[in-house]
């Protein structure tokens, strides 16, 4: 484990060098796994088309990577601590030797339901270890995952298994959260109503109900590991193989299918979390993510489990059964290393100081944050109560495009501002780019997020579709990876990311496209037409603002309300309910019937006062309607 930055001098040096001898750098980080044939090439690219590849040539397998590797010295180590949602219910602990018989277990029961290599296979489970055995048993045969947040609705599910056309969905009877229960295979039986590829269904018997099995189509995931071999050789990958597939929205209705490939998603996995979180050994490490987004992917399983560490996972909620459950977790587990999101900090914070005075949190080391800006006032509360002033804090910026942490602090080692990622990982190479595209060098400016090199963990394409990525990301500006975040960089070269600058709405983390939202709207039998913006809310960062256009005005605007937040929940999930919804009559739209959501993001955010210039509407008059409205 010797790619382990130790003090800030190292991390100069480290950064100079992986920009000035790229490919010498990369090679000594992925020097650490097992290859089981070298690669010819460390990178080639360019980023018109775009074609990135890394690692050119290699062959290997990720969970050879993350188990094999680790059972000589570590066989007997915990590799992952579950953690279920009752606190009643005991934690399970999996050795690294466990975690790989049961992996090749089920890897041996994919096999034989008649997966292959290059299949893809859609995860829809609830946070329980067979979710992280299901993830690996996929990698270890070449089946390309893709896990599909288990909050998603029926149709938002068969949307992704169509457009990935899997062939095998591996789900749970239903799955805990907090004091509710939901039911997962009956989400699952209703999406495979509009989904004609699927051949087999596993289910893994979480909650104890018996819902009906399909014959022929459906086996219980008991059943199917049933007399599997507790061995299963790991297929032989080349380092460009894709390993999965996560979807994410964009600016348009559809969400796009991330693809990550095996070598550089792995080698900067392992690189990125030791460094961050200045990984030892003998760490308790709990990311609170669930493994349904990039967050869990990269740093519940594959980067702890790379890098050799002890990992956390938890089927709960951060208020069940009161909002002490997290501090309780890491006093039970003697948690070394805790990385959550700033909206459960702000959440928590709201319940007070009784929940967490409690507990003494003394096995806390380093804390970290992601998936959104951190407020200075949820930063502070963080390190004062939870950290105790002596934990030092990661505010790690990435994307589930960009596969692992790219600015951040590397715990404890770097200069930390609150509410400032900090600097880039050795390996980043980011830049501001004014409104023309011109790069920004000085320090104190805004400007474009871009990354003008590639990195292992990339983004390859978008799945089925690789004008979309080229379109997405690569033409905004000529030879750079665009971000869709705005940045500032300080005096002392430190990142602020600011927030999107996109269509794309940020929610607790997760990500939301305004198109994705209106049309889930619009699929009311009632809406004519809607337009959504972002506001700021103070416990989500921010919050969905609908601007809603009826057939005619709703007699009681409570219960049609009602209504279009189900049709929400019923198109994409209870995630992405509207706070607020607006009825109007006209929508402020150019001559060109573009809607100006400078407008209505002014007007959701309750500041009406000034405008800007509205002369260029087709009818400023509704305006003065939708301000009205909003009082
Ligand atoms: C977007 C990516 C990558 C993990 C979870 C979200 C925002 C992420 C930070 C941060 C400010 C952040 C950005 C980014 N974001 N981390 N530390 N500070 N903003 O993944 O769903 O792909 O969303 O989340 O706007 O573009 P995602």
Same mark, same amino acid.
């Given at each position: 484990?010797?790619?382990?930055?130790?003090?800030?001098?190292?991390?100069?040096?480290?950064?100079?060098?992986?920009?000035?001898?790229?490919?010498?750098?990369?090679?000594?980080?992925?020097?650490?796994?097992?290859?089981?044939?070298?690669?010819?090439?460390?990178?080639q690219?360019?980023?018109?088309t775009?074609?990135?590849?890394?690692?050119?040539?290699?062959?290997?397998?990720?969970?050879?990577?993350?188990?094999?590797?680790?059972?000589?010295?570590?066989?007997?180590k915990?590799?992952?601590?579950?953690?279920?949602?009752?606190?009643?219910?005991?934690?399970?602990?999996? =050795?690294?030797?466990?975690?790989?018989?049961?992996?090749?277990?089920?890897?041996? $029961?994919?096999?034989?339901?008649?997966?292959?290599?290059?299949?893809?296979?859609?995860?829809?489970?609830?946070?329980? *270890?067979?979710?992280?055995?299901?993830?690996? $048993?996929c990698?270890?045969?070449?089946?390309?995952?893709?896990? !599909?947040?288990?909050?998603?609705?029926?149709?938002?599910?068969?949307?992704?298994?169509?457009?990935?056309?899997?062939?095998?969905?591996?789900? &749970?009877?239903?799955l805990?959260?907090?004091?509710?229960?939901?039911?997962?295979?009956?989400?699952?039986?209703?999406?495979?109503?509009?989904?004609?590829t699927?051949?087999?269904?596993?289910?893994?018997?979480?909650?104890?109900?018996?819902?009906?099995?399909?014959?022929?189509?459906?086996?219980?995931?008991?059943?199917?590991?049933?007399?599997?071999a507790?061995s299963?050789?790991?297929?032989?990958?080349?380092?460009e193989?894709?390993?999965?597939?996560?979807?994410?929205?964009?600016?348009?209705?559809? *969400?796009?299918?991330? !693809?990550?490939?095996?070598?550089?998603?792995m080698?900067?996995?392992?690189?990125?979390?030791?460094? !961050?979180?200045?990984? @030892?050994?003998?760490?308790?490490?709990?990311c609170?993510?669930d493994?349904?987004?990039?967050?869990?992917?990269?740093?519940?399983?594959?980067?702890?489990?790379?890098?050799?560490?002890?990992?956390?996972?938890?089927?709960?909620?951060?208020?069940?059964?009161?909002?002490?459950r997290?501090?309780?977790?890491?006093?039970?587990?003697?948690?070394?290393?805790?990385?959550t999101?700033?909206?459960?900090?702000? &959440?928590?914070?709201?319940?007070?100081?009784?929940?967490?005075?409690?507990?003494?949190?003394?096995?806390l080391r380093?804390?970290?944050?992601?998936?959104?800006?951190?407020?200075?006032?949820?930063?502070?509360?963080?390190?004062?109560?939870?950290?105790?002033?002596?934990?030092?804090?990661?505010d790690?910026?990435?994307?589930?495009?960009? %596969?692992?942490?790219?600015?951040?602090g590397?715990?404890?080692l770097s200069?930390?501002?609150?509410?400032?990622?900090? #600097?880039?990982?050795?390996?980043?190479?980011?830049?501001?780019?004014?409104?023309?595209?011109?790069?920004?060098?000085?320090?104190?400016? @805004?400007?474009?997020?871009?990354?003008?090199?590639?990195?292992?963990?990339?983004?390859?394409?978008?799945?089925?579709?690789?004008?979309?990525?080229?379109?997405?990301? #690569?033409?905004?500006?000529?030879?750079?990876?665009?971000?869709?975040?705005?940045?500032?960089?300080?005096?002392?070269?430190?990142?602020?990311?600011i927030?999107?600058?996109?269509?794309?709405?940020?929610?607790?983390?997760?990500? #939301?496209?305004?198109?994705?939202?209106?049309? $889930?709207?619009?699929?009311?039998?009632?809406?004519?037409?809607?337009a959504?913006?972002?506001?700021?809310?103070?416990?989500?960062?921010?919050?969905?603002?609908? #601007?809603?256009?009826?057939?005619?005005?709703?007699?009681d605007?409570?219960?049609?309300?009602?209504?279009?937040?189900?049709t929400?929940?019923?198109?994409?999930?209870?995630? $992405?309910k509207?706070?607020?919804?607006?009825?109007?009559?006209?929508?402020?739209? =150019?001559?060109?019937?573009?809607?100006?959501?400078?407008?209505?993001?002014?007007?959701?955010?309750g500041?009406a006062?000034?405008?800007?210039?509205?002369?260029t509407?087709?009818? *400023?008059d509704?305006?003065?309607?939708?301000?009205? %409205?909003?009082?």
């Amino acid at each position: 484990m010797d790619i382990r930055i130790r003090s800030f001098k190292e991390y100069e040096q480290k950064y100079a060098q992986s920009v000035d001898e790229p490919d010498s750098f990369w090679n000594e980080v992925a020097q650490q796994y097992i290859w089981r044939k070298p690669y010819e090439k460390v990178c080639q690219w360019e980023f018109e088309t775009p074609d990135v590849q890394w690692f050119l040539g290699g062959k290997m397998n990720i969970t050879e990577n993350c188990l094999d590797r680790h059972l000589a010295a570590r066989g007997n180590k915990t590799a992952l601590v579950w953690e279920p949602n009752d606190p009643r219910v005991g934690a399970v602990k999996l =050795t690294y030797r466990e975690l790989h018989e049961k992996v090749c277990q089920l890897a041996n $029961a994919l096999k034989s339901q008649g997966v292959v290599k290059g299949d893809r296979v859609i995860i829809y489970m609830p946070m329980v *270890p067979e979710l992280t055995i299901a993830v690996l $048993a996929c990698a270890r045969i070449g089946a390309v995952h893709s896990v !599909v947040f288990a909050g998603f609705s029926a149709n938002a599910l068969s949307d992704r298994i169509n457009d990935a056309s899997a062939t095998m969905v591996i789900t &749970a009877d239903g799955l805990n959260r907090g004091a509710k229960q939901v039911p997962l295979k009956r989400v699952v039986d209703e999406a495979l109503e509009s989904c004609t590829t699927i051949q087999k269904v596993i289910v893994f018997d979480c909650v104890g109900w018996k819902p009906e099995l399909h014959a022929g189509r459906d086996i219980w995931w008991h059943d199917a590991i049933d007399g599997m071999a507790l061995s299963c050789e790991a297929e032989e990958m080349d380092s460009e193989d894709m390993l999965f597939i996560l979807y994410t929205s964009g600016s348009t209705g559809k *969400p796009k299918g991330v !693809v990550h490939t095996c070598g550089g998603y792995m080698v900067y996995a392992g690189y990125s979390f030791q460094n !961050v979180f200045q990984i @030892e050994e003998n760490d308790v490490y709990w990311c609170t993510a669930d493994i349904g987004w990039i967050t869990g992917h990269t740093y519940i399983v594959y980067g702890p489990l790379l890098s050799g560490t002890t990992t956390v996972m938890f089927e709960g909620v951060p208020t069940f059964p009161d909002a002490g459950r997290f501090w309780q977790v890491c006093d039970k587990h003697g948690v070394t290393v805790f990385y959550t999101a700033p909206t459960a900090i702000r &959440a928590l914070m709201a319940c007070g100081l009784d929940h967490v005075l409690p507990y003494n949190l003394h096995s806390l080391r380093l804390l970290g944050t992601v998936g959104e800006p951190i407020n200075d006032e949820a930063w502070r509360w963080y390190y004062l109560h939870i950290g105790k002033e002596k934990c030092p804090i990661v505010d790690t910026w990435w994307q589930t495009e960009t %596969g692992g942490i790219m600015i951040s602090g590397l715990g404890g080692l770097s200069p930390m501002n609150p509410a400032h990622a900090g #600097f880039p990982l050795p390996g980043i190479q980011p830049v501001l780019l004014d409104q023309e595209g011109k790069e920004i060098t000085s320090n104190e400016v @805004e400007g474009y997020l871009c990354i003008k090199y590639p990195w292992p963990s990339m983004i390859r394409t978008t799945y089925g579709d690789h004008e979309r990525c080229k379109h997405t990301y #690569f033409s905004h500006y000529h030879n750079h990876y665009f971000t869709g975040d705005g940045a500032k960089r300080d005096e002392n070269g430190l990142y602020r990311i600011i927030g999107r600058v996109d269509d794309v709405i940020n929610v607790s983390g997760h990500r #939301f496209g305004t198109a994705e939202i209106e049309e $889930a709207i619009n699929a009311n039998k009632y809406v004519v037409e809607s337009a959504v913006v972002g506001y700021p809310h103070d416990v989500k960062g921010q919050g969905i603002y609908a #601007f809603v256009i009826c057939d005619s005005m709703p007699e009681d605007a409570a219960i049609r309300r009602d209504e279009i937040i189900e049709t929400v929940v019923e198109q994409i999930g209870r995630i $992405a309910k509207p706070e607020k919804i607006q009825f109007v009559t006209g929508l402020p739209k =150019t001559r060109s019937g573009k809607i100006m959501r400078r407008i209505l993001r002014k007007v959701a955010e309750g500041d009406a006062s000034n405008l800007g210039d509205i002369s260029t509407l087709l009818d *400023p008059d509704v305006v003065a309607d939708i301000v009205k %409205g909003a009082q």
